[in-house]
């Protein structure tokens, strides 16, 4: 193809072209095919190509795709709303729609910030966040994520909100094991809260399970029981970035039913559109709104596209399918049968140090002794040359690791689109093993 000014993420990289996707596979414009491990970004998740969606799609469009949000409603947008917060945990029944995830968590912080400034309450602006963890591209939402490939070049630009160790039981800063620990990593935000002074926080946000800079890195048990306890006893929002966990990933609507806690505010993207279209969401607490609803009456955080009929139609349209397809069940079996497949890889190359997540969200991190856990050099680009080896398999994998963040270990994930069948998690396995033993041949034996 001759050479466009499209900007790609690596510019003079040799992007395959893509021609049609079809369930859990992708097929380039030579005709190679890809089991896509990973829904592109832990996104597609209920595969490719989806008639159901596409005549979803056409009816919308055949009536309106747009209308400005101030000027009208939508019946798409209600029914959107309606089913989410019926979808979601019971206090959870406010939804603003956006396009992107980062705009999700920016949306989530604006609000908190309101929320206290509706109280009366002028002085409650930061939000505190974890190391490692990934809130999204736009500045507000980098100023929250703890990673450091991302905020590197903008980091005079950045809010200085501070962030607490993660629950990376793997690498445990304090070399101890849960639930013996105590969750002390848990316990430093109330250390933060002293030396801030809560009267300066408005909220504290985390994913419930790490994804792009920690490649699912899972908490144990009680953990965040002790995170919202602290929250609650100082006065400070609890928000739940479900951009990647949300939309049953994790095998429940939302990843934190599986913690037993209940968020103030929800953030939800990627599944939630299942990549057929660009929307994403916040969700809002009843008792967040109430001053809002009191006060102002407005959410300072118009978007030009927020609400958009079509993209509303279409997530509709996604919900269906996984109700109807009962989907969201399945997900725990599936990703029993896949953490068992992987931990017996780990046992042939120990070179994969730690197997981990929930659901269909299952991170790979590699080491190069798995005794003493030490990562590979940088220069190895270890994530780096098993995605372009496992690409070449015809498979793909999400980099979530030192090739992404340049603070934990390198690391994959292996996110296949929740409707994926036993026999395709089999194939994804075997191209994975091939993909595996290459790499130790290549660059190990
Ligand atoms: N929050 C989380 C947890 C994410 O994983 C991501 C993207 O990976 C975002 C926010 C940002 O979403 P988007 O890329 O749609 O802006």
């Known amino acids: 193809m001759d050479r466009t000014f499209l900007i790609k993420p690596v510019l003079d990289a040799d992007y395959p072209l893509i021609d049609y996707g079809k369930g859990v596979y992708l097929y380039d414009a030579e005709g190679k095919e890809y089991l896509d491990a990973s829904s592109g970004a832990i996104t597609a998740n209920i595969g490719h190509g989806v008639q159901e969606i596409i005549d979803a799609m056409q009816e919308q469009a055949k009536k309106v795709s747009f209308v400005y949000r101030s000027q009208f409603t939508s019946e798409p947008a209600e ?11 019971p206090n959870l029944n406010w939804c603003f729609f956006v396009n992107s995830g ?14 206290w400034q509706e109280k009366g309450v002028f002085t409650k602006t930061k939000v505190l966040s974890r190391w490692m963890s990934y809130h999204g591209i736009t500045m507000g939402a980098l100023s929250m ?27 445990c800063p304090y070399n101890k094991e849960a639930p013996e620990c105590g969750y002390l990593c848990a316990h430093e935000l109330e250390t933060i809260i002293k030396r801030i002074g809560a009267d300066h926080i408005a909220a504290f946000i985390a994913e419930p399970v790490i994804g792009a800079a920690g490649a699912a890195i899972t908490p144990p048990k009680d953990y965040y029981k002790v995170i919202k306890e602290i929250c609650e006893r100082h006065n400070i929002l609890f928000i739940a970035d479900e951009v990647m966990t949300g939309f049953g990933r994790t095998g429940t609507m939302l990843a934190c ?65 996984l109700e109807k397809n009962k989907i969201i069940p399945e997900v725990e079996k599936k990703g029993a049968f896949l953490m068992n497949e992987l931990l017996e890889l780990q046992k042939q190359y120990p070179f994969i140090g730690d197997v981990r997540g929930r ?73 994975l093993k091939e993909t595996l033993q290459q790499f130790f041949e290549q660059y190990i034996n």
């Open 79 to 89: 029914k959107l709303a309606r089913k989410i917060a019926n979808l979601s945990l």
């Open 102 to 115: 980062s705009e999700a968590t920016e949306t989530a912080m604006k609000i908190a910030i309101q929320y």
């Open 145 to 171: 994520s703890g990673h450091t490939g991302r905020r590197a070049r903008f980091i005079p630009l950045l809010e200085d909100f501070p962030v607490i160790q993660p629950p990376y039981c793997y690498r």
């Open 257 to 321: 039913e599986q913690w037993d806690i209940e968020p103030d505010i929800v953030t939800l993207g990627k599944g939630m559109g299942a990549g057929y279209t660009p929307i994403a969401a916040t969700l809002v607490g009843d008792h967040v709104m109430e001053p809002v609803l009191k006060g102002s009456k407005t959410i300072m955080g118009g978007h030009t596209l927020s609400a958009n009929p079509q993209a509303c139609a279409v997530s509709l349209a996604v919900i269906e399918y």
């Open 359 to 431: 659901g269909l969200m299952i991170g790979l991190e590699f080491v190069q002794n798995p005794a003493d856990k030490i990562p590979f050099p940088r220069d190895y680009q270890v994530t780096e040359r098993l995605i372009s080896l496992a690409q070449m398999n015809g498979l793909l994998l999400y980099p979530a690791g030192a090739g992404s963040d340049g603070v934990s270990g390198d690391a994959v994930m292996i996110a296949p689109p929740l409707t994926i069948s036993n026999k395709e998690m089999e194939e994804l396995i075997k191209r």
